[in-house]
């Protein structure tokens, strides 16, 4: 089974940084896309950004020129840098891949992580 561990969230003061990182684990041969999503307490979760295998990205509207989605499939690693931080932005982030595992020929999403807590207050 493929594991997700999310990491790099914390506390942050309006208008501040963070970088997330998502590290995948569990015989992957293969990764289609890569995307992060968020859930603020009482909400929904929500894509905040997606990328595929070949590089093209997709936003949220409400992070579009401020969040920076990338990974490395080597790593299998996927990275959310966040910057201009506001306290709407404030959720757990969570990652979900599209991998295709050793002795499959298909892609198929993995389960969610414990997800990364982003908190933004002054």
């Known amino acids: 089974q493929v594991q997700l561990v999310e990491s790099g969230g914390g506390l942050v003061q309006p208008g501040g940084s963070l970088r997330l990182s998502c590290a995948a684990s569990?015989?992957?041969?293969?990764?289609?896309?890569m995307a992060w999503y968020r859930q603020a307490a009482g909400k929904e979760r929500d894509l905040v950004a997606r990328i595929s295998g070949g590089g093209s990205t997709n936003y949220a509207d409400s992070v579009k020129g401020r969040f920076t989605i990338s990974g490395n499939n080597a790593k299998n690693t996927v990275y959310l840098q966040m910057n201009g931080l506001k306290p709407e932005d404030t959720a757990v982030y969570y990652c979900k891949l599209d991998v295709r595992r050793t002795g499959s020929s298909n892609y198929v999403p993995t389960s969610w992580g414990q997800g990364t807590q982003v908190t933004v207050s002054s």
């Open positions: 569990g015989s992957i041969v293969g990764i289609s896309a």
